[in-house]
Structures are given as structure tokens and as C-alpha cells.
């Protein structure tokens, strides 16, 4: 008899099994968009963002953490933000991603005239903190 049970309970349970998974739960689905906190935001305060964050880096992952995020946007980052960003790479002394920051202005901006804009304006800074672009570093 006890065998006869144990069948009849196996034959049974996938059906309740089965019944469960026909059955599906009522999700309400929830979209996320990352630009959702920052979809008002003024160049000045992406700026003044970015400024306050690479001010307060520690090491170099957040350094460039924060490089490829400020890159990411569709608009060329402040002097100010470069300024904080070399600064921030030179603190954790790394001079190699000092001279890759003047590689992403180069790639940012429309024309070699703002480029060199950058560059005039970044002088004393460049020279202060002893960073080399490329073009300096390799003259052919």
C-alpha cells in the first residue's frame, strides 16, 4: 500500500508543478533611465559636478572612472573640469592618463582651432604640472 502511495504521490506533483508555472505572476515592469537624475542639468552644474568629483578622487580608477564618464556626454568638458582632472591625475601620479586627457580634448572638439584654445588655456597648468601632449612627445 505504501508503495502504491509514493507513486501516486510522484505521478501527482508535477502536475502542481506544472500548474504553478501555467499561472504567471503579475509583474508590473518599471523602466529605469540613467539619465533620468541629470536630465536637467546646466554646463555649470555639470561642471561644478565634475570639478567636485575629481577634486575629491583617491586613486586611479576613479580618476579614470570619472574621464570616461565626463567623455561620455555630447559636449566638451570645461576648462575648469580639465584643469581638475590633470590635477587629479597627477595626484595619484599617473602621467600617462594625464597626456591621454588632451588625446579626449582633441577628439571632443569640432576644429583645431578650439584645440588649441584648450591648449593656450591650459598652459600654465600643463607646465606646472610638467604634462606633455602627444603631438610633444612624439615629433617625427
Avoid at 11 to 30: E, G, K, M, S
Avoid at 84 to 94: E, G, I, S, T, Y
Wanted: proline share 4%; aromatic share 10%; glycine share 4%.
Amino acid at each position: 500500500m505504501s508503495q502504491r502511495m509514493l507513486s501516486s504521490v510522484l505521478r501527482a506533483r508535477p502536475n502542481v508543478i506544472l500548474r504553478r508555472a501555467a499561472t504567471p505572476a503579475l509583474t508590473i515592469p518599471h523602466r529605469f533611465s540613467s539619465s533620468d537624475s541629470h536630465s536637467q542639468e546646466t554646463f555649470e552644474q555639470f561642471s561644478d559636478r565634475y570639478v567636485a568629483f575629481f577634486q575629491g578622487a583617491q586613486d586611479l580608477f576613479e580618476v579614470q572612472r570619472g574621464l570616461n564618464n565626463c567623455f561620455a556626454h555630447d559636449l566638451v568638458p570645461s576648462p575648469g573640469v580639465v584643469e581638475a582632472a590633470l590635477r587629479a591625475a597627477r595626484r595619484v601620479n599617473d602621467y600617462a592618463t594625464a597626456v591621454r586627457v588632451f588625446e579626449g580634448i582633441r577628439e571632443k572638439v569640432e576644429n583645431k582651432q578650439q584645440y588649441q584654445a584648450y591648449l593656450e588655456e591650459l598652459k600654465p597648468v600643463r607646465e606646472e604640472l610638467g604634462i606633455d601632449t602627444k603631438e610633444d612627445l612624439y615629433i617625427s
